[in-house]
């Protein structure tokens, strides 16, 4: 076993053909990325560069992930580089980082920071005097990348105090801070500390706000038990996704209409019961889930809002979907299951990028014949209505994959089923159609997998 001791705290070895850092003693990752492959048409690109960082964006596109492990399988083999080689190279890039004070340039940032940081745990003096200083300047100078790699990761913007947030942060700091105050007197999960702290998958994070050029672009309320949706929330100009749950407020406030850069909005399990006509000026909304409120009325105004991909309009009190819903072009998901709809409008057939529709538990005696137009509709769920029939027009569902008619009066399938050259499942518990049923016989032929339960 090679051992290359490059301080002491670094320590490299070569174990089972690969180079391992030890940080104090303690295995800490695998190194790779030994090279770049520069060809002399693209060499003179590099002449400007400074930094590993920016020449590994220029060139090798593979290691942009600053998130991505050290352990996977090294692709320098391909070069035929004997392991041998490879530790003792790895070994002098080490020396040379540490012998230059650490100077992050000459390091890509995926290792970098992540062994900057270990040693400031491990108690290297350097490291502590230089980590607070560097996570600052490589967030103000450098690549967007590195950025995302300092929000995603716990232990680099939240050791920051509030002087070098706001230079950080510009402005916006002092709007989450006001909102921080509110926040932790309504906070219900005991998870949820101090606000502010940075991370940029919204879906999945309590207590999130994400970050885009010194501004905020994204929050996530989902922790939270508030009377109504924060008003200083309007100031945040560059807001593009809200995210809160549980509102108990009956309408939204106006000053939403001042978040012109808003393209997602998530208000679930709340309260709300009107839905206003200015909803239609929200222009860049692309994303509107409202998913069991109070909502009785929809207005004509949704049809302006031309950018929208996904609509939830789920578990609400809706009796009536306007006809101007079919102005749309560009929606992908739409959910109305669990209303009090009798009808479909006809316009419903201009949706015509629709890739899943959801009209379950439901008053619907009918399906509009113009149906037949959602030529990339993949999921069609029909369940739990007072259907008796379905349009012939089904037929012409191409891309169709799943299709739910189960909890309904419906006897028998149009033969044009048959025509859909992609269905896969069809769900048929507690409807009149039986396997005995020669329709059903030869979509089973077909591979068509059917589920009757006990009808």
């Not at 003096?125 to 995302?148: D, S, Y």
Request: glycine share 4%.
């Amino acid at each position: 076993m090679n051992e290359f001791k490059v301080n002491e705290y670094i320590t490299l070895k070569l174990e089972y053909g690969k180079t391992y850092i030890y940080v104090k003693g303690e295995e800490f990752m695998t190194c790779k990325y030994l090279l770049f492959n520069i060809d002399d048409e693209n060499k003179k690109k590099y002449d400007k560069i400074k930094s590993i960082d920016e020449a590994a964006e220029l060139l090798d596109k593979s290691m942009e992930d600053l998130n991505a492990p050290f352990s996977e399988e090294d692709a320098l083999t391909e070069y035929g580089i004997p392991p041998e080689t490879e530790f003792w190279a790895h070994s002098s890039n080490l020396q040379v980082w540490a012998e230059s004070g650490y100077d992050m340039r000459l390091l890509h940032s995926n290792l970098a920071f992540p062994l900057l940081k270990k040693l400031t745990e491990a108690g290297d003096p350097r490291a502590n005097r230089i980590f607070k200083e560097e996570v600052v300047k490589r967030f103000l100078e450098g690549p967007q990348k590195i950025r995302e790699f300092f929000c995603n990761n716990r232990g680099y913007l939240d050791i920051l105090t509030k002087e070098e947030r706001r230079v950080l942060f510009k402005s916006d700091i002092e709007i989450v801070e006001e909102l921080e105050e509110i926040m932790l007197k309504n906070f219900k999960h005991h998870g949820c500390k101090q606000f502010w702290l940075i991370v940029s998958r919204l879906e999945s994070e309590y207590n999130a706000i994400m970050w885009k050029e010194g501004k905020v672009a994204g929050l996530n309320f989902t922790c939270y038990e508030l009377n109504e949706i924060p008003e200083p929330i309007r100031k945040l100009k560059a807001l593009e996704i809200l995210i809160l749950d549980y509102i108990p407020s009956e309408e939204l406030p106006d000053w939403l209409l001042e978040l012109t850069s808003l393209k997602r909005l998530d208000l679930t399990f709340g309260k709300l019961r009107i839905l206003p006509e200015w909803i239609g000026e929200l222009k860049s909304l692309e994303h509107l889930n409202l998913y069991h409120n109070q909502i009785e009325y929809i207005p004509n105004s949704i049809g302006d809002l031309t950018s929208l991909k996904y609509l939830d309009l789920s578990e609400n009190n809706i009796n009536i979907i306007p006809e101007t819903v079919g102005r749309l072009s560009l929606l992908e998901y739409l959910n109305l299951n669990k209303n009090k709809l009798k009808l479909i409008p006809d316009s419903i057939g201009k949706l015509t990028s629709l890739k899943e529709l959801k009209l379950d538990l439901n008053l619907l005696e009918s399906i509009p014949d113009s149906i037949g137009n959602l030529k990339l509709l993949e999921e069609l769920d029909l369940g739990d209505n007072k259907l008796h029939s379905l349009p012939t027009s089904v037929g012409k569902l191409l891309s169709l994959k799943k299709l739910s008619v189960d909890h309904n009066p419906i006897r028998v399938l149009p033969k044009e089923i048959l025509q859909i050259p992609s269905l896969k499942i069809v769900y048929l518990l507690k409807t009149g159609i039986t396997r005995n049923w020669q329709l059903t016989n030869i979509l089973e032929e077909k591979g068509v997998e059917l589920y009757f339960g006990k009808n």
